[in-house]
T-cell receptor, first 114, second 111 residues
């Protein structure tokens, strides 16, 4: 069945290490997104991609990097330059070609950096 | 600069009554607005949306109202049910396919 998968559900890393979060979708959506949620906060846009090999910075891109080599995949790397990496990370995808489409979200990855 | 704002962090209503959740936006380029429902440690799920060419969209117990001149939208849930208790996010998108979210409102429906 179609959907968005994020793995793992929980991820632990030591400070100073880069870590890559996985996001895969089989919905054939062109657009994919990464958000970060902190406790009691809303979803803040990190990066988004409208098409393969293209992506744009969101509101809080510093300390993060992405790639979009395949339509199905949009991995997010949290680099050691990110000052407060511990958060709940959500990936989403969306059909394009018109703007009246909602996003579908994955289950999220909770990253803890100590 | 937060482009989508939900100024009420929480709302509590009695079962059977109306819940009204509010959202304001600042970017006049937004032309598509959505409401999502979210439970802890899960991804948001889509509830209802409205395009800028409309001022109202209804789906069962859920109605979204859009006031473009005021850059304001609201979600009405009537009648409210205990199962509606969750965090509700307002989101807005422009023609560049970005999507910005508000901070969320935690709705509690008391039996």
């Amino acid at each position: 069945d179609g959907g968005i998968t994020q793995s793992p559900k929980y991820l632990f890393r030591k400070e100073g290490q880069n870590v890559t979060l996985s996001c895969e979708q089989n919905l054939n959506h062109d657009a994919m997104y990464w958000y970060r949620q902190d406790p009691g906060q809303g979803l803040r846009l990190i990066y988004y991609s409208q098409i393969v090999n293209d992506f744009q910075k969101g509101d809080i891109a510093e300390g993060y990097s992405v790639s979009r080599e395949k339509k199905e995949s949009f991995p997010l790397t949290v680099t050691s330059a990110q000052k407060n990496p511990t958060a709940f990370y959500l990936c989403a995808s969306r059909e394009t070609g018109g703007f009246l489409y909602e996003q579908y979200f994955g289950p999220g990855t909770r990253l803890t950096v100590t | 600069d937060q482009q989508v704002k939900q100024n009420s962090p929480s709302l509590s209503v009695q079962e059977g009554r109306i819940s009204i959740l509010n959202c304001d936006y600042t970017n006049s380029m937004f032309d598509y607005f959505l409401w999502y429902k979210k439970y802890p440690a899960e991804g948001p799920t889509f509830l209802i949306s409205i395009s800028s060419i409309k001022d109202k969209n209804e789906d069962g117990r859920f109605t979204v109202f859009l006031n473009k001149s005021a850059k304001h939208l609201s979600l009405h849930i009537v009648p409210s049910q205990p199962g509606d208790s969750a965090v509700y996010f307002c989101a807005a998108s422009g023609n560049n396919n970005d999507m910005r979210f508000g901070a969320g409102t935690r709705l509690t429906v008391k039996p």
